[in-house]
């Protein structure tokens, strides 16, 4: 479980809850901000995107209501004839409607047409194939509501015949739909669509058609393409868009999870929050710098790991990873066997070895079942996999060791702040607090815990004590400035955040937490659309952190922002390979997925360009508050 964060670690919209450090915080408004909103990226449930000569830009259709866009122009004659299919044809949707449909009375009835061939339409005038096809489409109606599929594809066919009509490909498709027969059904929608690329039903059928067929990516563009046609008025279409969305993230994310070098930790500034989240403990006696051990050991072993550790960088991480391991295959630990398995199991769950750090856990334990904080860091991955109840029951037995130790209320309190149970979690982190005062992420937790409860005077009240006694911790300037910022408090927000960049460099010049950086780039984009300056800071976050998932991802949404979807699907793509965990892998391909079937939908269909230009203006009521940092 995390350290303090201004945001509770997310209930993602595509993965399981994830118990994650403390930089969620700025990931947690972007999951958060897309599941409340229904807006992941730019289209789950909500969000219609807009082509324009600027670029592509985003309409909420949460607060305000959208201008209807531009319709093609159709002549009179058209828009008779698609308003009587409509009502006449729409047999997929409802059978009986075939049996109310007028008849004209100069066509004759379906058996006494003339037979229908290749050869025989062609000594047919115009009016004759017209007056044929209809009789012919009217009768595969009457089959179709009958349920008697292949009678109606031989009407179907034989209409289409006499004259090619997006409708009459349709409901042929509707048939083949009905015997899934789902090849055939995306060959005729496809023919539907080449003669009318904004047919919203041929579209979703072949949607569905492609889903079935295990063609994702192509049903998810379709239905992309179907809710910007239907302004996003569907539920189901716009429901399947985020179902095909997760589906497509699956399988992509299978591929990076095989292609994934197990040994990879994440960034620096995620390892620092994780280890930090735990009270730092003196060398276990006999590991101390001032011991000689020798590194072919595994006490050295231990010995080097610990040191390394101390630097906060990623060279020193991925040392200390690796001295773990070896104390382990060297042995002869004697009593400090417990500890590293702890440690092992510590970075294997960093690393996203989950089942293999669960084991080194359990042996800790097993060595030393006083060693309470085996306990809590196996807690702590349980309800990373979304077992709540495995880590309930791990804190429980850790109290029931040492009902003493601060650092399990702490993480007990935590569990409580991911599911939202506020009043419990407040409960705890007092209560860590009143058994230790000196750490200070209890009393940063205590307040933003107070915020969420909606005691905003209490919260600034416990962040001017912690500024007071904590004065040289980065951390409270950052969380203080992040609800500053929430209460769009721009001038003060920015203020905390410098303080805290600036005791960074100051503390730790080698092992910098980028976050207020990244939290300032928010501020300013959020209170002047500075999208140059918000960039700048976040490629310095890069420099600083070049394997910062939450970097990468706010660069990402600043670019979509602006329109820039290439340029930001790049980011997208990157934070999935950052990401740590399936569930994390999921979500960040999401992301990434949403706008690649953006920049795929404006190839494709070029001419919706031209239908949503009239909802440009709408954009603009989207401003800097529809931004992710906008909320939480």
Known sequence: MSRAAAAPPPMPPLGKPIAVPVQSSVWDRFTNWASENKALVYTIAGVAVVVSSAGVVYYLNGDSTPRPAAQPKLSK?????????????????????????????????????????????????????????????????????????????DLYTKAILCKPDSIFYSNRAACYNALSV??????????????????????????????????????LLDYTASCIIDEFRT?????????????????????????????????????????????????????????????????GQLQ????????????????????????????DLGEHEAVA??????????????????????????????YTQSYVKRASMHLEMGDRESAAEDLELALAQNP?????????????????????????????????????????????????????????????????????????YNYYGELLLDQTKFDEAIQKFDMAMEMEKQTKPMAMNVLPLINKALALFQQKS?????????????????????????????LLQQGKITDALKYFERAAELARTP???????????????????QEKYPQLAAKLQGMGAGAAAMGAGGFPGAGR
């Open 583 to 601: 569930g994390e892998i999921v979500n960040a391909l999401s992301y990434a997925e949403a706008t690649r079937t953006q920049i795929e939908v």
């Open 77 to 153: 004659k058209e828009r008779r004839k698609r308003k009587e299919a409509e009502r006449q044809a729409d047999a997929p949707k409802s059978p009986s409607l075939a049996g109310e449909q007028p008849k004209a009375p100069t066509v004759e009835p379906a058996d006494e047409l003339p037979e229908i061939t290749e050869d025989t339409i062609a000594s047919f005038t115009d009016e004759q194939r017209r007056e044929y096809a209809l009789q012919l489409k009217n009768a595969g109606n009457k089959a179709y509501g009958a349920k008697d599929y292949q009678k109606a594809i």
């Open 182 to 219: 789902w090849d055939k059904v995306v060959q005729d929608t496809t023919a539907a669509i080449s003669i009318d690329p904004t047919y919203v039903k041929a579209l979703n059928r072949r949607a569905n058609a492609y889903e079935h067929l295990s063609q994702f990516s192509e049903s």
């Open 404 to 476: 003493s130790d601060p650092d399990i209320y702490y993480h007990r309190a935590q569990l409580h702040f991911i599911h939202g149970e506020f009043q419990d979690a407040a409960k705890d982190y007092q209560k860590s607090i009143d058994l230790d005062t000196s750490f200070i992420f209890s009393h940063i937790q205590l307040g933003v815990t107070q915020y969420k409860m909606g005691s905003v005077a209490s919260s600034m009240a416990t962040f001017r004590r912690c500024v007071k006694n904590f004065e040289k911790v980065p951390d409270v």
């Open 235 to 299: 539920e189901s279409s716009t429901n399947a868009v985020e179902r095909l969305l997760k589906k497509v993230a699956e399988q992509k994310a299978e591929d990076i999870i095989k292609s994934k070098d197990p040994n990879k930790l994440p960034s620096p500034t995620f390892v620092s929050n994780y280890i930090q989240s735990f009270r730092s403990k003196p060398r276990p006696e006999g590991l101390e710098d001032d011991v000689e051990l020798s590194e072919s050991t595994g006490k």
């Open 304 to 331: 080097v790991g610990l040191k390394a550790m101390e630097r906060k960088t990623h060279e020193g991480y991925e040392e200390a990873a690796n001295a773990f391991e070896k104390a382990l295959e060297y042995g």
């Open 341 to 370: 398995y702890n440690l092992r199991g510590t970075f294997r769950n960093l690393r996203g070895s989950q089942e293999q750090a669960l084991q080194d856990m359990d042996k800790s334990i097993q060595l030393d079942p006083a």
């Open 530 to 558: 500075d999208f140059s300056e918000a960039e700048k800071l976040c490629d310095k976050a890069l420099i600083i952190d070049p394997e910062c998932d939450i970097a990468v991802a706010t660069m990402a949404q600043l």
